[in-house]
Nanobody
Framework: QVQLVESGGGLVQPGGSLRLSCRASGSIFSIYDMGWYRQAPGKQRELVAAITSGGSTNYVDSVKGRFTISRDNAKITVYLQMNSLKPEDTAVYYC?????????????????WGQGIQVTVSS
């Protein structure tokens, strides 16, 4: 079994900062891409930022220059540093990872999701 556990969300004023963390645990053989998605009320879930196993990153246009995604492979953790937060960044943020696990008879590669964490930007 694999678990992704997010932390670091909360309430922050406009212009403030938060750092989200997502740690993976379980029978993990390797991890490919990791990313952060978000879903605001009444809207579809969208990709915010992603990072490959080699460290290449990409961001949705609305967060470029404000958010930074990083990963620590030794700690099996992905981070999202969010600066200059705006009210429109308010959403539930989800961690996602493309993980290879060891099972009886071989290995399986599939995507996993965290439980989601609330980020609220409001004065």
């Amino acid at each position: 079994q694999v678990q992704l556990v997010e932390s670091g969300g909360g309430l922050v004023q406009p212009g403030g900062s938060l750092r989200l963390s997502c740690r993976a645990s379980g029978s993990i053989f390797s991890i490919y891409d990791m990313g952060w998605y978000r879903q605001a009320p009444g809207k579809q879930r969208e990709l915010v930022a992603a990072i490959t196993s080699g460290g290449s990153t990409n961001y949705v246009d609305s967060v470029k220059g404000r958010f930074t995604i990083s990963r620590d492979n030794a700690k099996i953790t992905v981070y999202l540093q969010m600066n200059s937060l705006k009210p429109e960044d308010t959403a539930v943020y989800y961690c996602n990872a493309d993980i290879v696990t060891t099972v009886v008879g071989g290995r399986v590669r599939e995507g996993y999701w965290g439980q989601g964490i609330q980020v609220t930007v409001s004065s």
